[in-house]
């Protein structure tokens, strides 16, 4: 795929879930359940796959564990298998700049289209450091951008940082994450007074996935109105109920290009937030947000348990019993029956 096919794939609107890992009772990969996560996406029609990001478990970057490029070279391998269209891939990048110019050198090598590039490490760097930092791995590979909320680990990144990161060639999109709208119009703001129409922006703002869709931001640039709207969606959130959730980014596009926009869909809206505050257990500062996400999928059959590289990442007090309600709240927005009717096949 080259770059020119790689940013119209992207700003056409595509969904990307956030790739889980899955592991064995004894916290090793189970490489049988990874390969069925991968074929559940991508028969759910997923438009790429993000592996290696928080969902996957960042642990999986540290040389000790070994297992950033086992789970990079699975998923790469399911992706070939699906032919019927092309698949963005999109592989994790993490780390100080020598660690993450190396893992983008490995992802390029294994076939992934571009870098999901997480600035975590690069707190208390300076403006200028950290683009730097940017520019360095785009010269190895297409970059995506990734605005993380501190919550999460992220690094406050102002509107003076975006004014310089869209100025780096090889960036193709921004997932943005802040959680906060003030830090999103920063970003798209940004890109509006850039005057490029090359980078898409994917929301990865859980707390208001659906609105994120539907909106059109508008700024002055020169005197003359600019407009930009999120192209589709890189979410941890789209790892589960995947199918039904491609549905929604569907309808959402169609509703956005066509008018007007429904009220169901702002209902929608809430619906899905209450959802992702339940299985990114937002009460407890996200702390239960990965094995909130592997409860779903265990309970769909596509994971043996919720098991986690850290013992210590476990469910919330009460999750379970919320996940609960979610699916007797929510039943519309669960693909259970999709799961259930192909499960032996992804196993297989």
Same mark, same amino acid.
């Given at each position: ?24 009772t004894n916290r090793k990969l189970d490489e049988r359940r990874q390969r069925a996560l991968s ?17 996957? #478990? ?39 700049? #020598? ?24 707190? !208390? ?28 680990? !992220? ?55 659906? #609105? ?87 309970? #769909? ?48």
């Amino acid at each position: 795929m080259t770059t020119e096919e790689l940013r119209n794939i992207l700003l056409d609107g595509i969904a990307i879930p956030a790739h889980p890992m899955a592991l064995d009772t004894n916290r090793k990969l189970d490489e049988r359940r990874q390969r069925a996560l991968s074929r559940y996406y991508l028969a759910a029609g997923a438009g790429g796959l993000a592996v290696g990001v928080h969902t996957t #478990q960042f642990a999986i970057h540290d040389s000790s564990v070994g297992l950033y490029e086992p789970v990079l070279a699975i998923a790469a391998e399911e992706m070939d298998r699906a032919t019927d269209r092309p698949i963005v891939r999109v592989a994790g990048i993490i780390g100080k700049t #020598q660690q993450a110019v190396r893992e983008a050198e490995l992802a390029r090598d294994l076939g992934y289209h571009t870098g999901l590039l997480g600035l975590a490490a690069m707190k !208390g760097s300076s403006e200028n450091e950290i683009i730097a930092h940017c520019r360095a791995v785009a010269e190895v590979i297409p970059v995506f951008g990734f605005y993380l909320q501190e919550g999460a680990g !992220g690094v406050d990144l102002p509107y003076s940082f975006w004014k310089k990161f869209v100025e780096i060639e090889n960036v193709i999109a921004i997932k943005i994450a802040a959680f906060d709208r003030y830090k999103t119009i920063d970003v798209v703001r940004a890109l509006a007074e850039s005057g490029r129409e090359d980078i898409a922006l994917y929301t990865g703002n859980d707390d208001n996935i659906v #609105q994120d869709l539907m909106t059109t931001y508008r700024f002055m640039v020169n005197g003359n109105p600019v407009e930009k709207q999120f192209s589709g969606g890189l979410l941890g959130h789209w790892a589960v109920w995947t199918e039904k959730s491609i549905e929604l980014l569907q309808q959402a596009k169609q509703e956005k290009e066509n008018g007007p926009i429904s009220p169901e869909m702002m209902i929608c809206n809430n619906e899905v937030t209450d959802c992702n505050a339940v299985l990114f257990d937002a009460p407890n500062q996200f702390r239960g947000c990965i094995p909130g996400l592997l409860e779903v999928l265990r309970r #769909q059959g596509l994971l043996e348990g919720i098991w986690c590289l850290d013992e210590n990442e476990v469910l919330s007090p009460g999750q379970f019993g919320e996940i609960d309600r979610l699916y007797q709240d929510y039943a519309h927005l669960a693909d259970d029956e999709f799961v259930k009717e192909n499960l032996d096949a992804w196993l297989a």
